[in-house]
């Protein structure tokens, strides 16, 4: 086990809808990093928080927002969902330094949009 | 663009047997790299990484090789069990992204009792 944590472990929602997504990262990591996995696919960078602040962001459109909060813990928030977004969603915690980042992911999320 | 692709999709092996599993880089400024392994229903897990400044490195049965001459990436795993048996990711991080990791689509390892 990696001590990341997320919730809910499976999600059903309509297109058009809205959805959020939850991670806690393992203890004292201060970066909480966004990965979409399609199915039969590896995981695809959607963004990166650090200290509250996006760091980084992959090819997602703007409807893939996210937050961090002082605990470190993250949302991944998706908006006017489409049938494309199903997915696992993942999110891994790291600490970064020394310029290595090794990132512990937590179990994911399985998304479904009908 | 930067890449990260695997040579095999899927790999058959008897238990006992030693697997090894390639990965091919683009991205010549890439300069840390990591082996995950992912079982069905779970996230990916750590198995090992290895910086550019190292062409090997080893872990508890685990071997990874880096040829950066070539792009190339390899993990070796002795004495394959069938509890090793799961989808295998490579992932490059650096060449200017300090933050991402680049993934492959995975090769799927099936261990033969």
């Known amino acids: 086990e990696t001590g990341v944590t997320q919730s809910p472990t499976h999600l059903i929602k309509t297109r058009g809808q809205q959805v959020t997504l939850r991670c806690s990262s393992q203890?004292?990591?201060?970066?909480v990093s966004w990965y979409q996995q399609a199915l039969g696919q590896g995981p695809q960078f959607i963004f990166q928080y650090y200290r509250e602040e996006e760091n980084g962001r992959g090819n997602f459109p703007p409807r893939f927002s996210g937050l961090q909060f002082p605990n470190y813990s993250s949302e991944l928030n998706v908006n006017a969902l489409e049938l494309d977004d199903s997915a696992l969603y993942l999110c891994?915690?790291?600490?970064?330094?020394?310029?290595?980042?090794?990132?512990?992911f937590g179990p994911g999320t399985r998304l479904l949009v009908l | 663009g930067e890449s990260v692709g695997l040579h095999l999709p899927t790999l058959s092996v008897q238990e006992g047997d030693n697997s090894i599993i390639n990965c091919a880089y683009s991205n010549s400024a890439s300069d840390y790299f990591i082996w995950y392994k992912q079982e069905s229903g779970k996230g990916p897990q750590f198995i090992i990484d290895?910086?550019?400044?190292?062409d090997k490195r080893q872990g508890q049965r685990v071997t990874v090789l880096l040829n950066k001459t070539v792009k190339h990436l390899s993990l070796q795993i002795a004495a394959t069990q069938p509890g090793d048996s799961a989808v295998y990711f490579c992932a490059e991080k650096g060449g200017g992204s300090n933050y991402k990791l680049t993934f492959g689509k995975g090769t799927l390892l099936t261990v033969n009792p």
């Open positions: 891994a915690s790291s600490l970064p330094g020394d310029g290595v980042e090794t990132q512990y």
């Open positions: 203890s004292g990591h201060n970066t």
């Open positions: 290895i910086r550019s400044n190292m």
